[in-house]
Nanobody, 119 residues
Framework: VQLQASGGGLVQPGGSLRLSCVAS????????MAWYRQAPGLQRELVAR???????NYLDSVKGRFIISRDSNKNTVYLQMNNLKPEDTAAYYC??????????????WGQGTLVTVSS
């Protein structure tokens, strides 16, 4: 399983970016897809998650600004980030949880994509 993330970059405060993460090979069954972020010197934190049923949850500080969505046909998860703030600056990682035949999920991580919010 491979996850390929893209879409990071430099943006001014108040701007927008959209992150994408594709899971391959295609046709995989997933339980949930998510985005985490990690700023320098801080722990990695969950930004947003979407389940196979479409239920979403968000970090409080991004509610109303970020939207997570997925395209099941493409095994792709997106993070639309609006009204970005300097404190959103971090490396963003996609995370996908897959079902297994056992009691535990298989968890995969993508490479980080850097988001820098600065004027």
């Amino acid at each position: 399983v491979q996850l390929q993330a893209s879409g990071g970059g430099l943006v001014q405060p108040g701007g927008s970016l959209r992150l994408s993460c594709v899971a391959s090979p295609s046709g995989l069954s997933v339980n949930s897809m998510a985005w985490y972020r990690q700023a320098p010197g801080l722990q990695r934190e969950l930004v947003a998650r979407i389940t196979i049923g479409g239920v979403t949850n968000y970090l409080d500080s991004v509610k109303g600004r970020f939207i997570i969505s997925r395209d099941s046909n493409k095994n792709t998860v997106y993070l639309q980030m609006n009204n970005l703030k300097p404190e959103d600056t971090a490396a963003y990682y996609c995370n996908v949880r897959f079902p297994t035949t056992g009691p535990y999920e298989h968890v995969a991580w993508g490479q980080g994509t850097l988001v820098t919010v600065s004027s």
